[in-house]
T-cell receptor
Framework: DTAVSQTPKYLVTQMGNDKSIKCEQN?????MYWYKQDSKKFLKIMFS???????INETVPNRFSPKSPDKAHLNLHINSLELGDSAVYFC??????????????FGPGTRLTVL | GNSVTQMEGPVTLSEEAFLTINCTYT??????LFWYVQYPGEGLQLLLK?????DKGSNKGFEATYRKETTSFHLEKGSVQVSDSAVYFC????????????FGKGTRLHILP
């Protein structure tokens, strides 16, 4: 009955590869997010989608491409992986897109290690 | 820009000790303030929040008061339990058109039995 789930939980890959992380929420929320937590533990938003439409796109290399096939899913595809992409990636969802009014529910995270 | 600074961890306490985790913020206007908690192996969960000055958020025995004069939102609990061991994140959302949550670095808390 996990509300926000991510797969895989751990991902170890070589530099230059392309990989995807999947996220699904069963809360019926309209808005989904991707966050990155780097080695210094800073947690920063990367993207958000509301009803499958991109609404927040931070300064992220265009090697990162989110894809939202429907409201319940927001996948993150990363091309040409680099060492600096190693981090923990969190997916989240909320009912509405106004962060000040809508609690965000987070997945357990995907730890990506690029060798 | 908006930012959150919280005390470095890890913080190690004995069970039933008093807990304070300091958090200060920099923001334009009066942001909303939050504490999130991440238990081992889980995602972040909202612990408590305050949306205006002098508001006190509380949940599960934790409290934090929005102090505009000191731009602070310190987390406190009178008697911690082993089950409180987790990482705690202070966060803010600005009031003016910025719908992003800005997180602090997180403070890891270890409670010893």
């Amino acid at each position: 009955d996990t509300a926000v789930s991510q797969t895989p939980k751990y991902l170890v890959t070589q530099m230059g590869n392309d990989k995807s992380i999947k996220c699904e929420q069963n809360l019926g929320h309209d808005t989904m997010y991707w966050y990155k937590q780097d080695s210094k533990k800073f947690l920063k938003i990367m993207f958000s989608y509301n009803n499958k439409e991109l609404i927040i796109n931070e300064t992220v290399p265009n090697r990162f491409s989110p894809k939202s096939p429907d409201k319940a899913h927001l996948n993150l595809h990363i091309n040409s992986l680099e060492l600096g992409d190693s981090a923990v990636y969190f997916c989240a969802s909320s009912q509405g897109s106004r962060a000040v009014y809508n609690e965000q529910f987070f997945g357990p995270g995907t730890r990506l290690t690029v060798l | 820009g908006n930012s959150v600074t919280q005390m470095e961890g890890p913080v190690t306490l004995s069970e039933e000790a008093f807990l304070t985790i300091n958090c200060t913020y920099t923001a334009t206007g009066y942001p909303s303030l939050f504490w999130y908690v991440q238990y081992p192996g889980e995602g972040l969960q909202l612990l408590l929040k305050a949306t205006k000055a002098d508001d006190k958020g509380s949940n599960k025995g934790f409290e934090a008061t929005y102090r505009k004069e000191t731009t602070s939102f310190h987390l406190e609990k009178g008697s911690v339990q082993v089950s409180d061991s987790a990482v705690y994140f202070c966060a803010l959302v600005g009031k003016f058109g910025d719908d992003k949550i800005i997180f602090g670095k997180g403070t890891r808390l270890h409670i010893l039995p």
